[in-house]
């Protein structure tokens, strides 16, 4: 007999496990729906929150005296729209993560260790900053392309089509200014927007641009909020109290009705890869949201992924260029320094004679200079002269970094650290030697070429401390330092009108990691550091010190040509098979036991045979990682190229479910992989 005294629901949670999970509740407690609630349930004999996702389902045929009754019901209202429900299923089907994992990524972490629901929720002597004082800006009145753009934009907006755009111009092309318009146009439609920046915590200038003209109804998501902070910012998005949302790529799932608009600013960086589960690109993701309400994307930026322009070649994706900068102001001319040339004694120079010449220049004119080096540390490798090993991390066999300000080597893998050694560790001679460059030798270099120079670096080790980051920005551009050194942080966003001088120190260091996308990142860093020069009155200059002048990433970046470096390297990608012409999938598997992380990678790249065929995929591997012993596991993966699908990737899945695990044997999936490391 039915118990017609329950009904019942399935439930999603936010473990590694194959959810949702079938639960019954009383129908006396039953209020309308329960979809997008939490609830309070046992599960494995803990009690968890977990998350309705259908309910009024049809009894099970099993034994429903089985069926675990739920406990509480958490919410009285569901905490995630329908619309972002379904988004979040999808997300966990084709990256591979349970429904509930996808959930909580997509809701402040804060929720999951509150067991009230939301109203009833306070934050106790809230320690929320004080609004930020707006500071007023200047009306602008839009150039030609910009108001050329923003139409294009608009007429999209009001035919309430689901179209994609491509803002593409150089830094300082005025891209903000068209996002601002587009996003009043869709509020003056009765519709909200995201836009997503790849950091936003320290650019203080975007976020007053955004207040500015948004004031209320602006929330700003970024990285330095606290947990309590993240939820009161959401609750207020999901109340409806704000309209436009800024933020990093988890703002993408911010609970916004009436979703217009999407736009996604340098959407070539990589942090729009999610690295941890689920592993969601933002890119794919928005594109989903988008067409599940009606949204437009538009995507921003100077050196568009080759994803994003295929697509526009192939007309998926409508152009709208930004080809001058505000004010016409010129490009910046490019020196490339061949560093073959710059060998004295046997001994590489670490700053060419050119480069010396030019910060002299600069220095006598009290302009402001920066030097790019993307290596944090004094010596990057310390080698015994003796027998020839390098002092490597224990558990990530890499090599250590010696970082000269804390006395002690680290490794850039793990975090870990040491005492520099005074023998080597494994044939104790003394005769030890640190060799490579990171920016705080560059550092220690420059102050001894200029003892008159104000020198500052500006890496994650130097600006750790609270504060430090603000005081050295605001010391640079009120003048107070010469010389800024310092790694990817000074190429994003800043703008320094008093910089004439950009140099880097060694163009190379990305272009020789084994991954297929590091010539395209090289391009994009370069393009990227050149931009910072010039941007003020005075015209600027970019010397690329290289030991490959002639490689097309260099030559093209350093004439500012995004279409040849394009036409080039898309052209390497088809030969190959990469992406955009092809899609991956990176199954990692690691265990701390050698032997077995081998045996048990065979045997599944046979267990995937019929898949591959089925599919028509190409299979690399089973081969070590790059980085084969990483944290105290040994890694090897196996890679997929393809045309990605639902269907194909659910097959992969189950083939997994039925794999009977090996005891010491842990693996992960990277659907759309960003780098392979
Ligand atoms: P991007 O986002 O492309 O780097 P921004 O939109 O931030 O460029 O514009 C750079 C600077 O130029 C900003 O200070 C902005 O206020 C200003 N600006 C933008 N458009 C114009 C314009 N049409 N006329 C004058 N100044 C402009
Ligand atoms: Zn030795
Ligand atoms: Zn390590």
Not at 16 to 36: A, C, H, Q, W
Not at 267 to 296: D, F, I, M, S, W
Not at 308 to 316: L, P
Not at 342 to 360: A, D, N, P, T, W
Request: aromatic share 8%; charged share 30%.
């Amino acid at each position: 007999m039915p118990d017609t005294s329950y009904t019942y629901i399935n439930v999603a949670v936010g473990l590694p496990v194959n959810d949702p999970f079938t639960y019954k509740i009383r129908r006396e407690k039953y209020y309308s729906t329960l979809i997008g609630r939490r609830v309070l349930i046992s599960f494995r004999n803990r009690a968890l929150i977990g998350y309705v996702v259908e309910d009024k389902i049809k009894e099970p045929v099993t034994d429903t005296t089985k069926i675990k009754e739920i406990s509480t019901v958490i919410d009285d209202q569901p905490i995630l729209p329908s619309a972002l429900l379904q988004l979040t299923k999808w997300v966990s089907d084709y990256y591979m993560c349970s429904w509930g994992e996808a959930i909580q990524s997509a809701l402040p972490q804060y929720i999951k260790t509150k067991k009230k629901s939301l109203g009833a929720i306070t934050i106790r002597n809230s320690k929320r900053k004080k609004e930020l004082e707006i500071e007023p800006l200047k009306e602008i009145s839009l150039n030609a392309e910009q108001k050329r753009s923003l139409e294009s934009i608009e007429e999209a907006l009001e035919r309430k089509g689901k179209k994609q755009f491509l803002l593409f111009g150089i830094t300082s092309s005025g891209k903000t200014e068209v996002y601002i318009r587009s996003i009043k146009k869709a509020l003056s439609l009765g519709k909200s927007a995201i836009c997503l920046f790849p950091e936003i915590a320290l650019t203080k200038h975007l976020q007053n641009y955004f207040l500015y003209h948004f004031k209320d109804t602006l929330a700003i998501v970024h990285s330095r909020l606290t947990q309590q902070e993240r939820f009161i910012v959401w609750r207020e998005i999901f109340e409806g109290k704000k309209k436009v949302v800024i933020g990093p790529r988890s703002a993408l799932f911010a609970p916004v009705e009436k979703l217009g608009l999407i736009i996604i600013d340098e959407e070539h960086e990589n942090t729009y890869k999610q690295q941890e589960v689920p592993r969601y690109h933002t890119r794919t993701v928005a594109q989903k949201r988008a067409e599940g309400e009606g949204a437009l994307i538009v995507y921003g930026g100077a050196t568009p992924s080759l994803e994003t322009m295929r697509k526009v070649k192939k007309g998926d994706i409508e152009l709208l260029a930004l080809k001058k900068r505000v004010g016409d102001r010129p490009l910046p001319i490019v020196k490339i320094i061949d560093m073959k040339n710059e060998v004295r004694k046997g001994k590489i120079m670490l700053v060419s004679q050119y480069l010396k010449g030019e910060i002299e220049n600069a220095l006598k004119g009290r302009d402001g200079i920066l030097l790019f080096l993307n290596r944090r540390g004094f010596a990057t490798h310390i080698t015994c002269l003796a027998c020839g090993s390098v002092v490597e991390c224990q558990r990530c066999k890499v090599a250590l970094t010696y970082h000269q300000a804390e006395r002690s080597l680290v490794c850039h893998y793990c975090d870990g650290r040491k005492e520099p050694p005074d023998h080597c560790p494994a044939c104790s001679s003394s005769r030890l030697k640190y060799g490579g460059v990171g920016t705080e030798r560059i550092e220690s270099h420059v102050a001894r070429l200029f003892p008159q120079a104000r020198i500052e670096r500006f890496d994650t080790d130097r600006v750790r401390k609270k504060g430090e980051h603000e005081r050295i920005l605001d010391a640079f551009k009120r003048g107070k330092i010469d010389i800024l050194i310092g790694t990817q942080m000074i190429t994003k966003g800043f703008d320094f009108p008093h910089v004439t001088l950009v140099g880097v120190i060694n163009a190379d260091t990305v272009l020789s990691l084994p991954d297929f996308r590091s010539t395209e990142r090289t391009f994009q860093l370069l393009m990227q550091v050149a931009g910072r020069a010039g941007r003020g009155e005075r015209e600027g200059k970019v010397v690329i010190q290289t030991f490959s002048p002639n490689h097309y990433a260099i030559r093209t970046a350093a004439q500012h040509d995004y279409e040849s470096f394009y036409n080039e390297e898309i052209k390497r990608r088809q030969e190959l098979n990469y992406p955009p012409f092809s899609d991956l999938i990176n199954i990692i598997i690691r265990s701390k036991d050698e032997k077995q992380v081998r045996s048990f990678s065979v045997r599944v790249k046979e267990l995937l045979e019929p898949i591959v065929k089925k599919w028509e995929l190409e299979l690399m591997g089973p081969a070590p990682l790059p980085f084969y012993h990483l944290r105290g596991y040994f890694r090897w993966h196996i890679m997929m190229k393809g045309t990605l699908s639902l269907a194909m990737i659910t097959e992969i899945r189950s083939l997994f479910q039925n794999i009977k695990k090996k005891k010491n044997c842990q693996y992960a999936f990277d659907v759309e992989p960003v780098n392979i490391l």
